[in-house]
């Protein structure tokens, strides 16, 4: 079952990342112990399975 973009978010959190902004609907997020950094979509749908892998 594909994760919610909210439910990435959270996942995300746990794992050390923090939000940094927002550029209309996408949340950019870095994690400070490891420099990474990624973009969130947050859209109403769920994430497509590839897109969810490679965040």
Known sequence: ??????EM?????????T???QNG???KMRNDHTGCQTEVPYHS?????GLEQAI
């Open 45 to 49: 749908a769920s994430l497509k399975k």
């Open 9 to 17: 978010i959270k996942h995300l959190k746990k794992n050390g990342f």
């Open 25 to 27: 609907s996408h949340v």
């Open 19 to 21: 939000i940094i902004g």
């Open 1 to 6: 079952m594909p994760m919610t973009p909210r």
